[in-house]
């Protein structure tokens, strides 16, 4: 008990240690910016000691919000040279200077997580946090969707940098004319835990030909040969609609058009089930091919209020078969490596979320088994960014805002 305490204290620290002011970093030196969807993981750690802290990171991750209602994945606050591709890279004209493309929007559940923290006080918070978050849900149903299901345009809008999900579509673009640059992630970590150079140049020839259209939903949806249905995105899309729809209810708005969108999503969201692999899967919109995948996103269905008995009969198995659940990648999968970034390891972020899903949906045991292996393996090894499935060892950055913030909410 008294080691939970100091743990306690410990992730409050580093939540502490990575704040900006207004805004949380990821960790000091690798991701020297607010990301979207580790901001939004953050607010829900800072609303277990410090709510009004929490508002302000939400607050903060909207004031980047483009007049089109987009919210980037990263926000430029101060120029950082320890990252790369920074703002001089992506050519973005929003309020702040930003990247061109999302993240998983979690925002809007994180907030109504928060706001239950403390009703009274945050509901002036949340009535002018309310449209914005609307806006954004917009915003990607009108460009996203297809059959339903919500696309990415790149593998970082996923957060799910180098899964095997985008390895075909991946394979089928001309990276030749990337040109010369110089990647700072592999000074601050092990190259062996980061995404090869081949990913990158495509990583980064996706952002040229972004900003060469202008970051333009239309020429893009035209023009750029990543096009990929898969369950992050959808999953979170599903579950922020209904989260919305809540939200909304309470203020007294009209949420007809939000409850049309929670239909078209499950809709969308049946579109992911690949029978032959027997789980939601990636699916490229040029090629109509699947990607053959069983990531822990497809886990999240539970998370979007999706229930699936094939699902968890593979969850428990899973959670047998690795010591530290849900690896990033099926470990019997060719494309399975224990410390490749999304190609195996494990995510605390993302257990947290598989975690709230199976709670919301009765499968109380599976949950508190979830949450139980993910605080050993955090009291274990530390808040690192991600963890080898197999024998627990830290990975990637040290002291990270996500998983002592998923230790504050959830697993602790
Ligand atoms: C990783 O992604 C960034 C690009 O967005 C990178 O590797 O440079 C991913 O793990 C992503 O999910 C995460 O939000 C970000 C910051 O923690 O790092």
């Not at 928060?114 to 917009?138: F, N």
């Not at 799910?160 to 592999?186: C, H, I």
């Not at 969308?268 to 069983?294: I, K, P, Q, Y």
């Not at 699936?308 to 990033?328: C, D, G, H, Q, W």
């Amino acid at each position: 008990m008294t080691h939970d305490i100091s743990l306690t204290e410990q992730a409050r620290d580093v939540l502490i240690t990575n704040d900006r002011g207004s805004y949380t970093v990821p960790t000091a030196g690798l991701y020297p910016y607010q990301w979207n969807w580790d901001s939004a993981v953050a607010a829900l750690g800072f609303a277990q000691f410090d709510v009004e802290r929490a508002w302000v990171e939400l607050e903060t991750l909207f004031q980047g919000q483009w007049a089109d209602g987009m919210v980037p994945h990263i926000l430029f606050h101060k120029n950082d040279p320890g990252y790369f591709p920074g703002p001089e890279v992506w050519g973005c004209e929003g309020p702040i200077p930003s990247s061109g493309i999302i993240q998983p929007p979690i925002a809007a559940t994180m907030a109504h997580l928060v706001w239950q923290r403390d009703p009274e006080m945050g509901r002036p918070r949340m009535a002018a946090l309310y449209p914005k978050m609307v806006k954004w849900h917009s915003w990607i149903m009108r460009w996203r969707l297809h059959r339903g299901a919500v696309c990415t345009t790149h593998p970082w809008e996923t957060g799910r940098d180098n899964a095997p999900d985008w390895d075909k579509t991946m394979a089928r673009m001309d990276a030749s004319d990337v040109g010369e640059y110089t990647r700072r992630d592999t000074s601050h970590v092990n190259a062996e835990d980061r995404p090869t150079k081949y990913d990158y140049d495509r990583y980064i020839t996706l952002v040229q030909l972004g900003r060469r259209l202008n970051w333009d939903q239309a020429a893009m949806l035209a023009q750029s040969p990543f096009r990929v249905a898969d369950p992050t995105m959808t999953f979170t899309t599903l579950r922020a609609a209904r989260d919305l729809v809540k939200m909304g209810t309470a203020l007294g708005e009209d949420t007809q058009t939000l409850e049309a969108d929670v239909a078209r999503l499950e809709a969308g969201a049946a579109t992911l089930w690949n029978e032959e692999l027997g789980g939601f899967d990636s699916r490229d919109v040029h090629s109509g091919e699947w990607a053959g995948c069983l990531s822990n996103a497809s886990y999240l269905c539970w998370f979007a209020g999706v229930e699936n008995r094939v699902m968890l009969t593979k969850l428990r198995s899973i959670m047998e078969r690795v010591a530290y659940p849900v690896p990033s990648n099926d470990p019997d999968a060719e494309t399975f490596d224990a410390r490749r970034y999304w190609r195996g390891p494990t995510w605390a972020i993302v257990n947290m979320l598989i975690g709230l899903g199976l709670a919301d949906m009765g499968h109380e045991e599976e949950a508190t088994d979830l949450a139980k292996k993910t605080a050993h393996l955090i009291k274990e090894h530390g808040f690192a960014e991600y963890f080898d499935p197999f024998s627990g060892a830290a990975a990637g950055g040290g002291s990270f805002t996500w998983t002592a913030a998923v230790w504050l909410a959830w697993a602790g």
